[in-house]
Nanobody, 123 residues
Framework: QVQLVESGGGSVQAGGSLRLSCVYS????????MAWFRQAPGKLREGVAG???????VHGLAVQGRFTISKDNAKNTLYLQMNNLKPEDTGMYYC?????????????????WGQGTQVNVYS
C-alpha cells in the first residue's frame, strides 16, 4: 500500500524560502511518478511540479524559476525547494504518486495523495 507523508510547510515572509518533503512508502519509488500540487481556498487544485520515474521534470508556469523538485531514491523522499515565495503561493501543498513512468501535472492522473502541508506567505 502506498503512503505519502508531507512536511516542511509553515509561514514565511514574501521573498523567503521553504523546503517541503514527502516521504513515500510502497513499491519501488524508482518505478513511479510523483508530483506536488497545491490548492488555495476557493480554487482548483493546481499542479506545481512533477518528476517521472526516469527523472524527467515538469514545472508549472507559475513557479518556473522559483521552485525546484528533486528526489532522493535512497531516502524514498520527494522534495520541493521553494524560493522567492509570493503571497499567491499560499495554499495547502499535496504530494501525489501514480504507477506510471510518465509524469503529468493533472490531478486526475494521480491515485495516491498525502494529507497535505500548509504554506502561508505574507507580505
Amino acid at each position: 500500500q502506498v503512503q505519502l507523508v508531507e512536511s516542511g510547510g509553515g509561514s514565511v515572509q514574501a521573498g523567503g524560502s521553504l523546503r517541503l518533503s514527502c516521504v513515500y512508502s510502497g513499491p519501488s519509488i524508482s518505478s513511479i511518478s510523483m508530483a506536488w500540487f497545491r490548492q488555495a481556498p476557493g480554487k482548483l487544485r493546481e499542479g506545481v511540479a512533477g518528476m517521472g520515474s526516469r527523472g524527467d521534470i515538469v514545472h508549472g508556469l507559475a513557479v518556473q524559476g522559483r521552485f525546484t523538485i528533486s528526489k532522493d531514491n535512497a531516502k524514498n523522499t520527494l522534495y520541493l525547494q521553494m524560493n522567492n515565495l509570493k503571497p499567491e503561493d499560499t495554499g495547502m501543498y499535496y504530494c501525489a504518486a501514480r504507477a506510471s513512468r510518465v509524469v503529468t501535472l493533472a490531478a486526475s492522473d494521480y491515485t495516491y495523495w498525502g494529507q497535505g502541508t500548509q504554506v502561508n506567505v505574507y507580505s
